[in-house]
Each structure stands twice: as structure tokens, then as C-alpha cells.
């Protein structure tokens, strides 16, 4: 059990039957009334957020959430692989639980994969990834004045908006939470 006075980010709970992940908290003490803790939670199982409120000592469960490095290997179908690197067992999550990490994953790249018990809730990316450009518009001279953007596709089919100076080819690095562009490699 933890109290809900110990919220941090990245704390997993369990409340109603779910798997939820602390993504905001603030604690709240009215002038009048009891003090209570406002939260933004994300189910772990189908990556819902919802907005929960709880009273200020109220106690919760602690999920237990064990992370297992493991590598992506490949997609067969909608079905993708990983791979453990410590026992090489092997695991595979469908497309739809990991829509959104897909954007991100590239062949051979190690990855955190979340396991509750024995089941498997998803994969946990790192901060930020470096992909390879493979389609954008030549920059041309004098645009950079504005200090604008443009579309560039990378390896992985995701479209992220870059500077006029970024070419095809060039390696970036990407911020996974968003989806942004940090800089090139």
C-alpha cells in the first residue's frame, strides 16, 4: 500500500481493477475542507488517461511492474517480436497494444517491456531515438531566416516537423513523449 500523499511520476497503482501510471499530481488544500490530491493517470492496459481525485492519506496499491530489457526484432503480420537478451525467450505483442511505440522502433533496438505478474502491459521507449531521414524537401538558400519548419519522414514512417537545414540522410534524434525534433546526431 502507498498513500496517495507519496504520489511521484512514473508510480504505477492499482485502483478500480486497472494499472495505472502516475503522469501528473498536485496537492491541493483548500482554505475550507480537507486537503485532497488531484491526478492524471494512465491505464497501463489500454493507455487511457483519466483524471482522478483522492482524498489527502487515502491509501492505494502498489502495482508491481517489472521492467525486462529486451530487443525488437521484427514484425510478423500484426503480431511484433522481442526478444530477451539475458534467456532469448521470446514474446510477442500485437500491433494495436503498441501503436504508438511503433513510431519509434527500429530492428535490433533494445527496449524496456512492462510485465505485471505475467502479463505483458507494453513497451517502454527511452527518452529520445535517433532515425534516419528518408524523405524531405531540399532546403533552399535564404529559407532559414524565418526560422521555419518542414515535414520530414523518417525510417519508421513517422512525420516530424524539422528545420529547412535538415536533409534526407541525416540522422535525428527524436523525443519519443511528443514525437518532436531535439537535433541532428
Do not use: C
Request: hydrophobic share 35%; net charge negative; aromatic share 8%.
Amino acid at each position: 500500500m502507498v498513500s496517495v500523499n507519496d504520489f511521484r511520476t512514473g508510480l504505477t497503482i492499482e485502483v478500480d481493477g486497472g494499472i495505472w501510471q502516475v503522469m501528473e499530481f498536485q496537492h491541493v488544500k483548500p482554505g475550507k475542507g480537507a486537503a485532497f490530491v488531484r491526478s492524471k493517470l494512465r491505464n497501463l492496459r489500454t493507455g487511457a488517461v483519466q483524471e482522478k481525485t483522492f482524498r489527502a492519506g487515502e491509501k492505494v496499491n502498489k502495482a508491481r511492474i517489472d521492467n525486462r530489457k529486451m530487443q525488437y526484432l521484427y514484425a510478423n503480420g500484426d503480431q511484433h517480436v522481442f526478444m530477451d537478451t539475458n534467456t532469448y525467450d521470446q514474446i510477442e505483442l500485437p500491433e494495436a497494444q503498441i501503436e504508438y511505440e511503433l513510431k519509434f522502433l527500429k530492428e535490433n533496438m533494445e527496449v524496456s517491456i512492462m510485465m505485471y505478474e505475467s502479463e505483458t502491459l507494453g513497451v517502454e521507449l527511452p527518452n529520445s531515438v535517433e532515425l534516419t531521414v528518408t524523405e524531405t524537401e531540399p532546403g533552399i538558400k535564404g529559407d532559414t531566416a524565418s526560422g521555419g519548419t518542414k515535414p520530414a519522414t523518417v525510417e519508421t514512417g513517422l512525420v516530424v516537423q524539422v528545420p529547412f537545414f535538415v536533409n534526407q540522410g541525416d540522422v535525428l534524434v527524436v523525443n519519443t513523449s511528443d514525437g518532436s525534433y531535439v537535433s541532428r546526431a
